[in-house]
């Protein structure tokens, strides 16, 4: 079974929720490319990070990112950032060595009723949407 989202209706969900513009958009199957405008003095510059899959194990999501030269020095303290705004949903998120972020999904209690029920098994990026394969259990 499949599931999908375009990159247009993504990017309404963050508007509309977060209040935050986002850019995102196909690179290869296995990547996206996400661009945030950042204000630097005066100046308004976009930021654009590549997120590829890597691997699902159970219901552990595992991501790696890259980008120009000091992506690293925004996406560390961003994460760090969102853990001290959100305490109770650090646990969701881990980075580790190799630019490689695990997202624990079964540990979201909104999710944890859905994993009962499907497995993720695969996620895939096509020119306009972003696509989720799930097995009925």
């Known amino acids: 079974m499949k599931l999908s989202i375009t990159y247009a209706d993504l990017q309404d969900y963050v508007a509309d929720h977060f209040h935050k513009t986002v850019n995102v958009g196909y690179v290869d ?4 490319s996400v661009s945030v405008p950042i204000k630097v003095l005066g100046f308004t510059k976009n930021v654009i990070i590549n997120i590829i899959v ?5 219901t552990d999501l595992f991501l790696s990112y890259d980008g120009k030269m000091g992506i ?13 705004l959100v305490p109770e949903k650090a646990g969701f998120v881990e980075q580790m060595p190799g630019n490689i972020v695990k997202l624990r999904l079964g540990d979201i209690y909104k ?4 994993f009962e ?14 696509e989720a394969d799930i097995a009925l259990l």
């Open 29 to 32: 199957g296995d990547t996206m």
């Open 72 to 84: 690293d020095l925004l996406v560390s303290p961003a994460i760090s950032y969102a853990k001290k």
């Open 54 to 58: 890597k691997g699902i194990e159970g």
């Open 111 to 114: 999710l944890q009723k859905v």
């Open 117 to 130: 029920k499907v497995a993720l098994k695969g996620i895939r990026f096509t020119p306009e949407s972003i």
